[in-house]
């Protein structure tokens, strides 16, 4: 059992509260299969919403809206070329979030 100077010296590298808060609700965006599908596609790939929905099987419709909690977690961002609007990921943290997801089941 730890004394209370092994506690407190603990506790000073322990994350703010708000900092623990938005970590939660940026795993919580990875718990929805069609979002990881979404990020599973835009890897390597700049792609459109119709692109996008025939990939992951879904509707556009459907992938909009996934689309726009992605966005708002800052996990994708988008370029308009005319009319067309093309996704993909924000940074190369995404990727590694992504993969190291993937090596994690892989090795169970």
Avoid: W
Wanted: proline share 0%.
């Amino acid at each position: 059992m730890l004394d209370i100077k092994e506690i407190n010296s603990i506790k000073k590298e322990l994350l703010e509260e708000d900092t623990i808060i938005d970590i939660a609700e940026l795993f919580k965006v990875f718990a929805d299969s069609t979002r990881v599908k979404i990020i599973n596609v835009l890897l390597e790939n700049k792609l459109c919403v119709s692109d996008i929905a025939t990939l992951v099987g879904g509707t556009q419709s459907a992938v909009s809206h996934q689309l726009r909690i992605l966005k708002s977690a800052k996990l994708v961002k988008y370029t308009k070329i005319g009319k067309t609007v093309y996704y993909e990921l924000s940074d190369d943290h995404v990727k590694k979030l992504f993969n190291i997801g993937k090596e994690h089941i892989n090795e169970i």
